[in-house]
Nanobody, 114 residues
Framework: QVQLVESGGGLVQAGGSLRLSCAASGRIFSMRAVGWYRRAPGKQRELVATIYSGGSTNYADSVKGRFAISRDNDKKMVSLQMNSLKPEDTGVYYC????????WGQGTQVTVSS
């Protein structure tokens, strides 16, 4: 089954930036919407950003104006640029298809210190 692999997490101070990457496989990647999700400590996984096949995007209110999702269909990559990070952005970040999701990967840890 197709799996997506996340990378790019780390430890950053509040106000800093990180760029996450998601590497996908599969022949129809370009036709599928992809989302970045995060699981904060003690909370359920939530969808924070979505990019559709045509390039349109959608964001959770908590990250709107600070995060930007993009995709490179030739490379089968989806990125999440995170700016003005806050301690509440801390969590494990995952990427996956919005519909018919693949097996969840290990995610990448983002820790924002105050």
């Amino acid at each position: 089954q197709v799996q997506l692999v996340e990378s790019g997490g780390g430890l950053v101070q509040a106000g800093g930036s990180l760029r996450l990457s998601c590497a996908a496989s599969g022949r129809i990647f370009s036709m599928r919407a992809v989302g970045w999700y995060r699981r904060a400590p003690g909370k359920q996984r939530e969808l924070v950003a979505t990019i559709y096949s045509g390039g349109s995007t959608n964001y959770a209110d908590s990250v709107k104006g600070r995060f930007a999702i993009s995709r490179d269909n030739d490379k089968k990559m989806v990125s999440l640029q995170m700016n003005s990070l806050k301690p509440e952005d801390t969590g494990v970040y995952y990427c996956n298809y919005i519909t018919s999701p693949s097996i969840w990967g290990q995610g990448t840890q983002v820790t924002v210190s105050s």
